[in-house]
């Protein structure tokens, strides 16, 4: 992130609130390379993170007022009274930065208020984490605002607090982490049950690989009925085997566990999908200690086809940018994120990127969809102040 980019929001804080901010810090979206699903039980997962951030000038208060401006979302200076800030009292994207502030305060932080100006380079509704970046940047200008001494992993605990209790989305832990914790040139190894961590070189470049990202453009949102209903099924049948999270279901034990739920066929989906998905997050670290980067083509090919037809979150034109793809060249491709929209991951050479790109765009044309946004994901570095 250059000194220009946050010169020039500084620039924009001073403007709206009459003064320079203390600071200015910047947190980034993710991409998901492979383990969907898996975090809310307790699962693997291994994103890294995005160069495309959520950039934050920020300045302390001590009146209890919140005041929030976005230059990617019409409208004045939102103003939150911190102490009338309630769980799901603001169904805006203000709930976010103010969420942060009240789980903040709830754990006992004497957070007295602060003005903010956001601006966001993640694009929202594709998968990429954008809420979580928001959240991100705001948690660690406050923690370094009023001296807290919250670790990453401490931040993104407390920021996945803030969207399950105060948003009211059901997510999981694996989207805070790698905002706030991943590393430029690696993928995160996560273990989402006790918050350990392998850092993994993932150079794609120097293998002659590129990975792309393709944002279907068709809008997602994990506070929606869909994501929950899943999340409720996966603890329900925890409940059923149980266990205290289908994490505990070995990869071997899968069959035995699937005749415990008997005709329950929904809930068989979604532990096959968990525990094969764990399964392959751990093939693909693997893979890439060994260097076998090609290799995890075909295990990312695979976890589509779980998230398709076992999760049933993937969409037509999910479905369409990860079967044209693979038809035009790519080692690998699925859908990332929590699905019904978003976007899709695609390995491919780096002689076959302009062929891949068109052959998806083509495909969209004629299947009459919105014109897909693709982009080149590199493994860039977690949250940051830069000044």
Sequence with gaps: MSETVAGAVAERFGELYGSG?????AAPGRVNLIGEHTDYNDGFVMPFALPHTAVAA????????????????????????????VPESDRDWTAYPAGVAWALRAAGHDVTGADVHLESTVPAGAGLSSSAALEVVVALALNDLFGLGLSGSGLAR?????????????????????????RAGHALFLDTRDLSRQQIPFDLAA?????????TRVQHSHSGGEYGKRRAGCERAAALLGVDALRDVAHGELDVALDRLGGEEELRRLVRHVVTENHRVEQ?????DSGGTRAIGPVLVEGHASLR?????????????????????????RMTG??????????????????????VEEAFTAASFRAPRVCEAVPSAGAVRLR
């Design 21 to 25: 901010p203390e600071g200015v810090w």
């Design 309 to 333: 037809d076992d999760f049933r979150i993937s969409c037509a034109e999910l479905d369409l940018v990860v079967d044209t793809a693979l038809a035009a060249g790519a080692l690998g491709a």
């Design 338 to 359: 929590g699905g019904f929209g978003g976007s899709a991951i695609v390995l491919v050479e780096v002689g076959d990127v302009a062929a891949v790109t068109r052959a």
């Design 58 to 85: 920020v300045s302390r208060r001590k009146d209890g007022l919140l005041r929030l401006h976005s230059a990617d979302v019409e409208g004045g200076v939102a103003r939150i009274r911190l102490d009338e800030a």
């Design 284 to 288: 693909v670290a693997e893979l890439l």
């Design 207 to 215: 293998e002659g690989l590129r990975l792309l990202v393709v944002d």
């Design 158 to 182: 407390l920021c996945r607090h803030a969207e399950n209790a105060y948003v009211g989305a059901p997510v999981g832990i694996m989207d805070q982490t790698a905002s706030a914790c991943c």
